[in-house]
């Protein structure tokens, strides 16, 4: 089984992040590779279970952790639960906007509420959890912001318009906030992940069909990890990527 990357990132030691659907997925693989570099780790998640669970194991473990269940498309909630993460942790100088829904709908279908809901759910928390945590930025120095969006709008995937065009989106967002807030040396990446498989995507989204078309268009002939986009995104919360900011980072095997 691939393991997270050996690299070693002093000065995330002791360091506040925060990831928003840390829960499971890759979101788990993110908290879990923080926690190794010594970071104190704030996550928030609407499923309680699996969060409480993960934050339980990790803080048993010895790890400096904070789980908040909340729904990030209530942005009240959203910012309960990063006041709640500072006041145990300190000041978030990391965020790693995460949390993400691509399950297919039809565009033919999709109401008004449908597509405010889903974009509520794959972009606008994005723009609120930055806003929170902007001010403990500044008052510490600096800070790193990364963005997940995804390969599938590169691609033009069918059978989910909304998702493709948050995801398009978000590459805009991380480029004016890096313009406003680098001034303030605070740091703002994308990283564009392709078929990574999760638990989530093996279930419910991977078939025998699926796994070849990837495996012929992939540049690597294998699957992909979440550790292996972890490693991606940490160097870039990390002093090592201190010069990378306003750019996009493609983690898909050479799909594209």
């Given at each position: ?55 339980a ?39 790693i ?10 565009f ?13 759910v ?30 599938s ?41 392709g ?14 069909e699926g ?15 979440p ?22 980072f ?7």
């Amino acid at each position: 089984m691939l393991v997270m990357s050996d690299a070693v990132y002093p000065g995330l030691k002791g360091r506040t992040a925060l990831v928003t659907g840390g829960a499971s997925g890759i979101g788990e693989a993110l908290v879990r590779g923080l926690v190794e570099q010594g970071a104190r780790v704030g996550f928030i998640d609407r499923v309680a279970d699996l969060g409480r669970e993960l934050a339980a194991e990790l803080s048993g473990a010895g790890a400096d952790v904070a789980f908040a269940n909340a729904d990030l498309t209530d942005v009240a909630a959203l910012r309960a639960a990063v006041q709640d993460i500072r006041a145990k942790l300190g000041p978030v100088t990391i965020l790693i906007n995460n949390a993400a829904d691509d399950s297919r709908h039809s565009f033919l279908d999709l109401t008004p509420e449908d597509w405010d809901r889903r974009l509520a759910v794959n972009l606008t928390h994005y723009v609120f959890c930055a806003q929170a945590v902007v001010p403990d930025m500044r008052a510490n120095g600096g800070g790193a912001i990364v963005n997940l969006s995804s390969i599938s709008y590169l691609r033009g995937m069918s059978e989910m318009p909304a998702y493709t065009t948050a995801k398009a989106a978000i590459i805009g967002l991380t480029r004016g906030l890096a313009r406003e807030f680098g001034p303030d040396e605070i740091r703002v990446n994308t990283v564009l992940p392709g078929w990574i498989m999760t638990q989530k995507q093996v279930s419910h989204h991977l078939t025998p069909e699926g796994e070849a078309d990837m495996l012929r268009n992939q540049c690597l002939k294998r699957r992909l990890a979440p550790q292996e986009l972890a490693s991606v995104v940490l160097f870039l919360c990390s002093d090592a990527a201190s010069a990378c900011t306003n750019q996009s980072f493609v983690v898909d095997g050479g799909w594209t």
